[in-house]
């Protein structure tokens, strides 16, 4: 069964603190990884997309990385304004047609000033 | 600002009475997603449409969910004899091809509580 799985839960950091939060994921036939932000009561906003081992993307603050079995996303020197619930997400392919994302529980991220 | 919008963003009811929910994509995207948040959990996929097809629903969607794009543009999402359980967020995003079929837009959602 395709699963995907972020830890931690939570994280709390102090301004300018660097960490990285982690999404592992057994599924068959990777199509893509995606990273998304997700702010209390919003939908969530589009950050990354992985589609192959060793690949790397980044912005701002935050670089996300990809192996064969997870992904980091790794925040340098955060902000307050980085606060909000991470989402990692893998493309699998779908049960008729197609194609769909199937979500992580998400990690939310608290930075503290 | 030409985001995904829904409507309404939020809608009480009683057990029992139906639902629907509108869904307005980004005007040049062709696929629209609908998915389904409860608190504390990542977005579950219920259905997408490509045009006014709708190619892939979830295993998960009870016969009481039912989707429509008529024209491949705006989306309905109804339920029908709502349940307590069906109290959750329910998201509509788009994307452009399938190609970015993981680069989705979402909007805002509706928050659903059944009482």
């Known amino acids: 069964e395709d699963q995907v799985t972020q830890s931690p839960e939570a994280l709390r950091l102090q301004e300018g603190e660097s960490s990285s939060l982690n999404c592992s994921y057994t599924?068959?036939?990777?199509?893509?990884l995606f990273w998304y932000r997700q702010d209390p009561g919003k939908g969530p906003e589009f950050l990354f997309t992985?589609?192959?081992a060793g690949e790397e993307k980044e912005k701002e603050r935050l670089k996300a990385t990809l192996t064969k079995k997870e992904s980091f996303l790794h925040i340098t020197a955060p902000k307050p304004e980085d606060s909000a619930t991470y989402l990692c997400?893998?493309?699998?392919?779908?049960?008729?047609?197609?194609?769909?994302?199937?979500f992580g529980e998400g990690t939310q991220l608290t930075v503290n000033p | 600002d030409t985001g995904v919008s829904q409507d309404p963003r939020h809608k009480i009811t009683k057990r029992g009475q139906n639902v629907t929910f509108r869904c307005d994509p980004i005007?040049?995207?062709?696929?629209l997603y609908w998915y389904r948040q409860t608190l504390g959990q990542g977005p579950e996929f219920l259905t997408y449409?490509?045009?006014?097809?709708?190619?892939?629903k979830s295993r998960l969607l009870s016969d009481r969910f039912s989707a429509e794009r008529p024209k491949g543009s705006f989306s309905t999402l109804e339920i029908q004899r709502t349940e307590q359980g069906d109290s959750a967020m329910y998201l509509c995003?788009?994307?452009?091809?399938?190609?970015?079929?993981?680069?989705?837009?979402f909007g805002p959602g509706t928050r659903l509580t059944v009482t």
């Open positions: 992985l589609y192959s």
């Open positions: 449409f490509q045009n006014e097809a709708q190619l892939e």
């Open positions: 995003a788009s994307s452009k091809t399938r190609d970015s079929a993981g680069e989705q837009y």
């Open positions: 005007s040049e995207h062709n696929r």
């Open positions: 997400a893998v493309e699998i392919r779908g049960e008729t047609s197609g194609s769909r994302l199937t």
């Open positions: 599924v068959s036939g990777l199509r893509g």
